[in-house]
């Protein structure tokens, strides 16, 4: 890629971004817009550890969620009526018994990480070196195809 011999070269779109990233002229490249498969990439854990696996899982989806209601690092702390925002935040709900943390999992997770928008856009988004639109990592209320179940 870098030494001038290649036309095309494909694979999945994260690894597109990455190498563009490294060139030692990004703007000479190019990644098209157009999804030619369909690899999903997400978090794995090592078989057989099901608690990790549930907190990982877990994790991922309170980002999500937080997101889907509006929650971010700089509005963590506020208390609302809405009871999904509660049960996400550890105020209720009993989904930290299930994966053996504190209450409060959660609300730091979104406090010291932020919510899945938050952390898409500060390591790999648009205004990153890297530069990835959201595209199909979008909410499903936006397009993409992001949603978790809800906190109980």
């Known amino acids: 890629m870098t030494a001038g011999r290649c036309d095309v070269l494909t694979t999945d779109a994260s690894g597109l971004y990455?190498?563009?990233?490294?060139a030692n002229d990004?703007?000479?490249?190019?990644?098209?817009?157009?999804?030619i498969s369909k690899e999903p990439l997400g978090p794995?854990?090592?078989q057989g550890d099901d608690q990790w696996f549930n907190i990982v899982r877990w994790s991922l989806n309170a980002m999500i969620t937080a997101e889907e209601i509006?929650?971010?690092?700089?509005?963590v702390?506020?208390?609302?009526?809405?009871?999904?925002?509660?049960?996400?935040?550890?105020?209720s709900g009993s989904t930290h018994e299930?994966?053996?943390?504190?209450?409060?999992?959660?609300?730091?997770?979104?406090?010291?990480?932020?919510?899945?928008?938050?952390?898409?856009?500060?390591?790999?988004?648009?205004?990153?070196?890297i530069g990835i639109a959201r595209g199909v990592n979008?909410?499903?209320?936006?397009?993409?195809?992001?949603?978790?179940?809800?906190?109980?």
């Open 18 to 22: 990455s190498m563009r990233a490294g």
């Open 44 to 46: 794995v854990v090592r």
């Open 70 to 75: 509006g929650v971010t690092s700089a509005t």
């Open 138 to 152: 979008a909410l499903w209320s936006q397009g993409g195809i992001l949603y978790s179940p809800p906190f109980r």
């Open 98 to 129: 299930y994966v053996g943390l504190t209450p409060d999992w959660t609300y730091q997770i979104i406090k010291q990480v932020g919510n899945y928008s938050e952390s898409f856009e500060r390591n790999i988004g648009v205004d990153t070196p």
């Open 77 to 91: 702390d506020m208390v609302s009526n809405n009871p999904e925002r509660e049960r996400l935040m550890g105020r």
């Open 26 to 35: 990004p703007s000479e490249h190019v990644v098209l817009p157009e999804i």
